[in-house]
């Protein structure tokens, strides 16, 4: 793993580094010793694969509060996403702001999300999939939302989603008295 960008605080862009041989290739996804030099401390208590059939698959965006705010590792696998990143933490000087990155399988990079940050992404590849791994397991009652097309955020989404799950279509604009109240 090798860091390539920084584009908001606490978040880490890594390009993996597949070593090629005659047989094909490995590339290493996860080193706890790293990431915890990163933030990522405690190692990985829950990993997820993601598969998405359709080109245009929005999944997003989500995040946890509180005790159970993930700090993920998120990498594809198969095929290419638009990723966002959205900074919801009250605290930090980036609040607000998000970052929109083109991940595809065949550029193999890894990108950490810190705590507090919502992730979405859209598939723009059919049969896509996406592995990530999060410091904290799933606590659905501390589970919040934002709407994908939320106008306080103008997030520029490549094109607007083709499928988008009923629970996603129904997150609510921004509210602090919701999105960041435990």
Request: charge should be negative; glycine fraction near 8%; proline fraction near 8%.
């Amino acid at each position: 793993m090798r860091e390539v960008d920084r584009p908001l605080p606490g978040m880490r862009v890594f390009d993996l580094e597949p070593r090629q041989d005659e047989r094909g290739s490995f590339t290493r996804l996860f080193c706890r010793a790293t990431l915890a030099e990163l933030g990522f401390e405690g190692g990985a208590a829950q990993s997820n694969l993601s598969r998405s059939v359709r080109a245009g698959t929005l999944r997003g965006l989500h995040y946890q509060l509180g005790d159970a705010a993930e700090t993920k590792l998120v990498t594809v696998v198969a095929g290419t996403v638009c990723d966002v990143v959205l900074d919801l933490r009250p605290y930090s000087p980036s609040f607000g702001r998000h970052v929109a990155l083109h991940l595809d399988a065949a550029l193999p990079q890894a990108v950490l999300i810190p705590a507090g940050c919502a992730h979405g992404f859209l598939t723009t590849k059919d049969a896509t999939t996406l592995l990530y791994f999060t410091s904290h397991p799933h606590a659905p009652v501390l589970e919040r939302g934002v709407r994908w097309d939320d106008p306080a955020f103008r997030i520029a989404w490549p094109e607007d989603p083709v499928v988008l799950s009923q629970k996603d279509r129904a997150l609510p604009d921004f509210d602090p008295r919701w999105h960041l109240a435990a």
